[in-house]
């Protein structure tokens, strides 16, 4: 009886043409994800948009309020990280403040975000705030309580990107994401206004900024972010 064993050599071919076709396959995808990875560099490359003129279109009088700007307005509004910053501190009659900061990022990288670490402290212990404002119909913003030193203050922070306003970290990631996806632009703005929660003449206490001055303040932004 004779017993016949497959030859050696058919062995080799088979698993020889395996190896190649999976060297194939893995050169084709290192190729591939290469090759796509250098396209989405490119597609998503912004481009800057810088302010027109500025914040000129930020009224320095809101009701009975009267704004003036200050070279420096304390932690948080001190990161040097935003292309054009607004500083300024709003004063009524009876002595009452109201800072407003607004940060905007003309172009936005992965070491110079509008939702970065830097305003961790904006987000800590933050709640939704509900707003209804005509232009922009139902709303939302938040409100924090921020400790600047010896001082405490009631805040109330949005961003404005694409023309919308937004409270959300994650939606303004997102919303940045498809601007630079479909605009190949992802310039954004975050803005606050606070009062401390002690008036510093009267030595009473200070409420939010007034929902009427908030109002105002947002519908004046309209022509200096669209």
């Known amino acids: 009886m004779t017993v016949r064993f497959p030859k050696k050599p058919l062995l080799h071919q088979s698993t020889a043409a395996v190896i190649s076709r999976s060297g194939f396959w893995a050169t084709a995808s290192a190729l591939f994800i290469l090759a796509t990875t250098l396209i989405a560099q490119s597609y998503f490359k912004t481009k800057p948009v810088y302010l027109e003129n500025g914040f000129a279109a930020v009224p320095t009088s809101i009701k009975d309020w009267i704004g003036h700007d200050v070279p420096m307005l304390g932690q948080p509004f001190e990161t040097e990280l935003p292309d054009s910053e607004l500083k300024r501190i ?16 003309a172009r936005q990288t992965d070491t110079r975000e509008v939702y970065g670490p830097q305003y961790d402290s904006l987000h800590l212990n933050s709640s939704p705030f509900p707003l209804s404002i005509p232009a922009f119909s139902e709303t939302e913003i938040r409100n924090t309580l921020l400790n600047q030193n010896s001082a405490k203050l009631h805040a109330y922070f949005w961003y404005h990107i694409y023309g919308q306003i937004t409270a959300e970290r994650r939606d303004v990631k997102l919303q940045s994401t498809l601007k630079a996806l479909i605009h190949r632009q992802n310039n954004a703005a975050i803005v606050v206004l606070a009062t401390e929660t002690r008036n510093r003449l009267a030595g009473v206490r200070s409420p939010l900024p007034p929902l009427d001055f908030v109002k105002e303040f947002i519908q004046a932004l309209q022509p200096v972010f669209t």
Not at 90 to 98: L, R, S, V
């Open 90 to 105: 709003y004063t009524d009659p009876d002595g009452n403040e109201i800072i407003a900061y607004i940060g905007y990022f």
